[in-house]
């Protein structure tokens, strides 16, 4: 039986682009673009075997090897430092961790800043790196009402467009630090798998600077 490569997709916009990447390097699966709520496809003759996982559990795929490979935000390997290779910076779902409040907002430095996020780890090493103390106050979305109820003084939260931060009447304070989406192997799956996993990695890469 011809070998599989297992390639974890982000669920989304971002997957459906990084889809279209990996169909243009040959990997094609056509089948995926059929709808409904299927989640996994193979196109046996590529050998290649896609599905699409919630964009936070890609890397989780690909540390514990269900996946070879994957796409995911700089921000998850950031906050969750997976045991995983990062390959290549695709240059695509750009955008920057930074921190946002309210636009009258002051930092009161006598007392620990409130800090609404999803991501703590990232939150905690930046305000470290200040010497500034913070209460954490880990949410799993919609950050940008935090400020707005008074749960919290300020959000570490990713923005693209900047939208949903100016429609909250909030604003960027900060910029911890840019993002983009990155393409991810697991350790063994790269040794195993090298020849194949080398050849999309040199694909993208033409696609990106064509
Ligand atoms: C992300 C992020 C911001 C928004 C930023 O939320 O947490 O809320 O996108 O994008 P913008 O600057 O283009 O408006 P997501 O859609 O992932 O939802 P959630 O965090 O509320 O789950």
């Not at 964009?55 to 989780?60: N, R």
């Not at 779902?93 to 991501?119: E, H, I, Q, Y």
């Not at 697991?186 to 696609?207: C, P, Y």
Request: glycine letters at 8%; a negative charge.
């Amino acid at each position: 039986m011809k070998t599989m490569l297992n390639v974890a997709l982000p669920k989304g916009r971002l997957g459906e682009k990084v889809y279209d990447m990996f169909e243009a390097a040959g990997f094609e699966c056509p089948s995926i673009r059929d709808g409904g709520r299927k989640l996994i496809f193979e196109n046996e003759a590529a050998g290649v075997r896609y599905f699409w996982a919630k964009p936070s559990d890609v890397a989780i795929y690909v540390e514990r090897g269900a996946a070879d490979i994957g796409v995911v935000g700089k921000d998850i390997l950031v906050e969750y430092s997976p045991n995983v290779y990062e390959l290549l910076d695709l240059n695509i779902g750009r955008c920057r961790m930074a921190v946002a409040g309210p636009k009258n907002f002051s930092d009161d430095s006598s007392r620990p800043l409130r800090v609404a996020t999803k991501f703590s780890h990232i939150a905690a090493d930046y305000y470290a790196g200040q010497g500034r103390d913070i209460d954490i106050i880990h949410l799993n979305g919609s950050i940008e009402i935090a400020p707005i109820l008074g749960l919290s003084d300020v959000i570490v939260d990713i923005v693209e467009t900047g939208t949903t931060l100016r429609e909250n009447d909030l604003e960027v304070k900060e910029t911890i630090m840019p993002i983009s989406a990155r393409l991810i192997a697991n350790k063994a799956g790269f040794r195993f798998k090298n020849a194949l996993i080398e050849r999309i990695v040199s694909e993208l890469s033409a696609q990106m600077e064509a």
